[in-house]
């Protein structure tokens, strides 16, 4: 059957609310993948690469059905060298030569995709990645060109550790038994040590007064 089919996959739309119970659409999606039927915990990047490839293959109005391997860029130039004879200037030029010919090989790799793959899907979510390897010998390098639905990236992490530390302080004034209490922000370094946080903290204490 098609996902897609409106007698199949329908959800009504819902009044104009605040929030949303999206049950009548994940009962609908369950008729197709019963690992989401239930009311179960599931991972969100799972189910959206599953709808999104359904959708796709329903959607996908190509003529051609044909599937050929990843297109190779190394196929078409050939490799580069590495001579001592050889001057910057052609050093730079076959670099932009090769540029080139990779991009071209690109384009005809995502156009040979395309061919197969036609829907509003891989307009809006698809892509195409270039992977190198390069021999450190002889200077070879072989690029491939892969389509993708969803690309994985790390999220980069903060170098930086944050601390709130509160401070006791039994001034004459106060009560006694009574401290004052004085909270002080503390920014380090990932690789700094407790020593570094002691002498930081006691910076911020004598520069407060």
Same mark, same amino acid.
């Given at each position: 059957? /098609?996902?897609?089919?409106?007698? @199949?996959? *329908?959800?009504?739309? $819902?009044?104009?609310?605040?929030?949303?119970?999206?049950? *009548?659409?994940? /009962?609908? #999606?369950?008729?197709? &993948?019963?690992?989401?039927?239930?009311?179960?915990?599931?991972?969100?990047?799972? #189910?959206?690469?599953?709808?999104?490839?359904?959708?796709?293959?329903?959607?996908?109005? &190509?003529?051609?059905?044909?599937?050929?391997? $990843?297109?190779?860029?190394?196929?078409?130039?050939?490799?580069?060298?590495?001579?001592?004879?050889?001057?910057?200037?052609?050093?730079?030029?076959? *670099?932009?030569?090769?540029?080139?010919?990779?991009?071209?090989?690109?384009?005809?790799?995502?156009?040979?995709?395309?061919?197969?793959?036609?829907?509003?899907?891989?307009?809006?979510?698809?892509?195409? *990645?270039?992977? /190198?390897?390069?021999?450190?010998?002889?200077?070879?390098?072989s690029p491939t060109f892969d389509p993708f639905l969803c690309l994985s990236l790390p999220i980069p992490s903060d170098?930086?550790?944050?601390?709130?530390?509160?401070?006791?302080?039994?001034?004459?004034?106060?009560?006694?038994?009574?401290? &004052?209490?004085?909270?002080?922000?503390?920014? #380090?370094?990932?690789?700094?040590?407790?020593?570094?946080?002691? @002498?930081?903290l006691c910076r911020q204490i004598s520069d407060n007064g």
């Amino acid at each position: 059957g /098609r996902l897609s089919s409106k007698d @199949k996959l *329908t959800v009504k739309s $819902p009044p104009p609310r605040r929030v949303y119970a999206p049950q *009548t659409f994940m /009962r609908a #999606l369950g008729r197709f &993948a019963p690992q989401f039927g239930d009311s179960q915990q599931h991972d969100a990047h799972e #189910l959206l690469s599953y709808l999104l490839d359904a959708l796709h293959e329903d959607l996908n109005y &190509a003529r051609s059905s044909s599937r050929s391997p $990843p297109q190779n860029a190394s196929d078409q130039h050939s490799p580069g060298r590495n001579n001592d004879e050889q001057t910057k200037d052609q050093n730079q030029n076959q *670099t932009q030569n090769q540029s080139e010919e990779v991009n071209a090989e690109g384009e005809k790799a995502w156009t040979q995709h395309k061919g197969r793959n036609q829907s509003i899907v891989v307009d809006l979510f698809q892509g195409q *990645t270039l992977s /190198r390897v390069n021999c450190l010998r002889c200077n070879f390098s072989s690029p491939t060109f892969d389509p993708f639905l969803c690309l994985s990236l790390p999220i980069p992490s903060d170098p930086n550790l944050y601390f709130i530390i509160t401070v006791a302080f039994h001034l004459p004034y106060c009560s006694p038994g009574t401290p &004052a209490f004085v909270k002080f922000g503390v920014t #380090l370094k990932r690789s700094h040590s407790a020593f570094d946080l002691k @002498k930081k903290l006691c910076r911020q204490i004598s520069d407060n007064g």
